[in-house]
């Protein structure tokens, strides 16, 4: 069946510095892949998105590629904030229509420090 | 914004009593869903319900869970016999058919006890 494997957190940089959370993923077929964020308090985000291989998704700095030879999704960002700091979930939807559930990663906890 | 909407924030229960979590989902939203994520592990689907009726269910969600969309604006996952192993964070979801963007509620922490 399908999964995600993101790196296990917390994850604490400092402010500015550079960003990766790995992200792999197994999955039959052709799956789109997501990067959710979670800030504290409040529920899931979509943050960006990728639906084929090579695609880059981003959003409010964020990238990540759609690497089919490595089934892999890495997040990244160039220069990190104070604000930034969520939990970010990898998640990937199968190639089928309809409503597909979403399969989800961990999560992995990122703190960035003043 | 609109936004989905989740009670109670926080629900504790005794063993083997039944429980109701409750969502509105965004209001032109057509697909709804049900999350839930034990501490520590991943979030989990459990299920996803369109057109008033189930479209997915994963192993999870067996003949204890129910959903139901009672008005056409709530949207209720039913546990009929809580188990210690119910403990979780659940969240509810909806989105209109672009596939993978949910938006989701802030959840529902249940403690069974």
């Known amino acids: 069946g399908n999964s995600v494997t993101q790196m296990e957190g917390p994850v604490t940089l400092s402010e500015e510095a550079f960003l990766t959370i790995n992200c792999t993923y197994t999955?039959?077929?052709?799956?789109?892949l997501f990067w959710y964020v979670q800030y504290p308090g409040e529920g899931l985000q979509l943050l960006l998105k990728?639906?084929?291989?090579?695609d880059k998704g981003s959003n409010k700095g964020f990238e990540a590629t759609y690497r089919k030879e490595t089934t892999s999704f890495h997040l990244e960002k160039g220069s990190v904030q104070v604000s930034d700091s969520a939990v970010y979930f990898c998640?990937?939807?199968?190639?089928?229509?309809?409503?597909?559930?979403?399969?989800f990663g961990k999560g992995t906890h990122l703190i960035i420090q003043p | 914004e609109p936004e989905v909407t989740q009670t109670p924030s926080h629900q504790v229960t005794q063993m083997g009593q039944e429980v109701i979590l409750r969502c509105v989902p965004i209001?032109?939203?057509?697909?709804f869903y049900w999350y839930r994520q034990i501490l520590g592990q991943k979030v989990e689907f459990l299920v996803s319900?369109?057109?008033?009726?189930?479209?997915?269910k994963s192993e999870i969600f067996d003949d204890q869970f129910s959903v139901e969309r009672p008005d056409g604006s709530n949207f209720t996952l039913k546990i009929r016999s809580t188990k210690l192993e119910d403990s979780a964070m659940y969240f509810c979801?909806?989105?209109?058919?672009?596939?993978?963007?949910?938006?989701f509620g802030s959840g529902t922490q249940l403690s069974v006890l």
């Open positions: 979801a909806s989105s209109v058919p672009e596939r993978g963007k949910l938006f």
């Open positions: 999955a039959t077929g052709y799956p789109s």
């Open positions: 990728a639906t084929k291989a090579d």
């Open positions: 998640a990937l939807s199968g190639s089928g229509g309809g409503a597909d559930g979403l399969t």
């Open positions: 209001s032109n939203h057509l697909y």
């Open positions: 319900f369109y057109n008033n009726e189930i479209s997915e």
